[in-house]
């Protein structure tokens, strides 16, 4: 089983001269009237690699769709690059969306890739945790990961005009403003946070790339095991309790070299109405590895 301390971020990016006249984070989008390009921008960075309308027409595995979705334990997308081998960290501008099922316009995961999964709704956000063979959605084996998130230097986005939607808070697809993906060293994680709730951008924190999963999205991260549950709301990350009195961590920079050691080691919160299933039950529009 890979270690729940990777997908962290590792490779160093060159901070953008130019930042977004709007930050994505600040803008909202109606899933049915998305437009062509989220980021009319331009900069270091380029342009929007990819594009937000995407349906039947741009299906498959060569889709460019940077709409993503989180629904369900059988029902939602991660983050990966455009082509195979591919380190997520040299990549997150340019990822795109790749989902569980077909239907939005996206590549889809293909079978055996996800070998553990949890689902979990909480009163402040959905997230999706587990397993993955990473290279079968073009993660190189050995990647050990990068975070991707609304926001990035020049507050573009990673990717670059990359969208989260989900149906779990009732009213059909609402954007999620805030949220933050993990992917890389055999593990995922996808936590978006409800619009509505008072502490979204806490919960979805985004600078705490170099903890990965383990500390920004505590789970079981089970071999073997596909569940949905209930759950009570995470620590925000960062913030930790150690004999009674409340801290705050700070993340050293690359330039100190690895993060051996941490002061504290995150709480998984509890869960309760679990419902447990077999994989073949849950992917069943998935398209056969090649």
């Excluded at 690359?254 to 994989?279: D, H, K, R, W």
Aim: some cysteine.
């Amino acid at each position: 089983m890979p270690s729940v301390l990777a997908a962290v971020a590792v490779v160093s990016t060159v901070l953008p001269a130019v930042l977004a006249q709007v930050p994505l984070a600040s803008q909202h989008f109606t899933y049915t009237a998305l437009p062509y390009q989220a980021d009319p921008n331009t900069g270091e960075r380029g342009s929007q690699y990819g594009y937000n309308i995407c349906n039947s027409t741009t299906e498959g595995p060569t889709s460019l769709c940077q709409t993503a979705i989180i629904n369900s334990i059988d029902d939602f997308c991660l983050w990966g690059p455009p082509e195979p081998n591919s380190l997520i960290g040299n990549v997150e501008g340019e990822s795109v969306a790749w989902c569980t099922k077909p239907g939005y316009g996206t590549r889809v995961i293909p079978k055996g890739a996800i070998t553990g999964l949890q689902f979990i709704k909480t009163p402040d956000y959905v997230q999706v945790t587990g397993l993955i063979q990473q290279d079968l959605i073009n993660i190189a084996a050995d990647d050990s990961g990068g975070e991707l998130d609304p926001h990035g230097a020049d507050q573009r986005g990673n990717p670059l005009g990359g969208l989260l939607f989900s149906n779990a808070w009732g009213g059909g697809f609402t954007q999620a403003v805030e949220w933050h993906n993990f992917m890389g060293g055999g593990t995922f994680c996808l936590k978006a946070c409800d619009p509505a709730g008072a502490n979204a951008a806490k919960y979805c924190e985004h600078i705490f790339d170099r903890i990965g999963c383990k500390y920004n999205a505590p789970a079981s991260y089970a071999d073997g095991e596909f569940t949905s549950c209930d759950g009570a709301s995470q620590d925000f990350p960062g913030i930790y309790t150690v004999g009674g009195v409340v801290s705050t961590y700070t993340q050293p920079p690359e330039s100190l070299g690895a993060i051996s050691t941490m002061p504290y080691e995150p709480v998984i919160p509890a869960t309760s109405n679990c419902q447990t299933f077999q994989s073949s039950a849950l992917f069943t529009g998935a398209p056969d590895a090649t």
